[in-house]
Antibody
Framework: QVQLVQSGAEVKKPGSSVKVSCKASGGTFSNYAINWVRQAPGQGLEWMGGIIPEFGTANYQQKFHGRVTITADESTTTAYLELSSLRSDDTAVYYCARPSAGSGGNSFDFWGQGTLVTVSS | VLTQSPGTLSLSPGERATLSCRAS???????LAWYQQSPGQAPRLLIY???SRATGIPDRFSGSGSGTDFTLTISRLEPEDFAVYYCQQYESPPWTFGQGTKVEIK
């Protein structure tokens, strides 16, 4: 069974950067896209981008282009989300998520537990 | 853009719930999923491919629809089903979610 375990909560100042990790265990890491989805307090889900570790090239939601970097390290089966130039409206829970072999496509069977990032002066 | 309706559904345990998700463009390959999210929890995949249940999902959950109109039906609500439900299209990036439907206890 695939498990995704994320790094802990962060408190950041406006204008700074944050890097969140997502450690995968079970299943195959390299062949399935690791995606990042965020959820602001009381709001819905928003896809930020994703990466297939085997290929190493990430796709991003246009809204975040230039501020977000998604990477993956096959040797440690860990994916990373880095968000720069943080603003107060980046305060959210950030989730990593990936599909299973059974469902295919880009529906997300497996989710991390979420990482709360709070941006505050 | 995915538009879900209603915003809130007030029902009693044992009743049937019907949730709608309408896409602004045709989702031609049926690449539509439904998720359930309980407070403080990560979303859980219920349905993928518009109508296939994910692993371990009870058969009281069913998905239907094609083109631009999709439906999630919960045949008989159990206490644990009161939550927020999201649809997601994954036919073409960026993957997008609906704004959610909250199913609350009446």
């Amino acid at each position: 069974q695939v498990q995704l375990v994320q790094s802990g909560a962060e408190v950041k100042k406006p204008g700074s950067s944050v890097k969140v990790s997502c450690k995968a265990s079970g299943g195959t890491f390299s062949n399935y896209a690791i995606n990042w989805v965020r959820q602001a307090p009381g709001q819905g889900l928003e896809w930020m981008g994703g990466i297939i570790p085997e290929f190493g090239t990430a796709n991003y939601q246009q809204k975040f282009h230039g501020r977000v970097t998604i990477t993956a390290d096959e040797s440690t089966t860990t994916a990373y989300l880095e968000l720069s130039s943080l603003r107060s409206d980046d305060t959210a829970v950030y989730y990593c998520a990936r599909p299973s072999a059974g469902s295919g496509g880009n529906s997300f069977d497996f989710w991390g537990q979420g990482t709360l990032v709070t941006v505050s002066s | 853009v995915l538009t879900q309706s209603p915003g809130t559904l007030s029902l009693s345990p044992g009743e049937r719930a019907t949730l709608s998700c309408r896409a602004s463009q045709i989702v031609s390959s049926g690449y539509l999923a439904w998720y359930q999210q309980s407070p403080g929890q990560a979303p859980r995949l219920l349905i993928y491919g518009a109508s296939s249940r994910a692993t371990g999902i009870p058969d009281r959950f069913s998905g239907s629809g094609s083109g631009t109109d999709f439906t999630l039906t919960i045949s008989r609500l159990e206490p644990e089903d009161f939550a927020v439900y999201y649809c997601q299209q994954y036919e073409s990036p960026p993957w997008t979610f609906g704004q959610g439907t909250k199913v609350e206890i009446k």
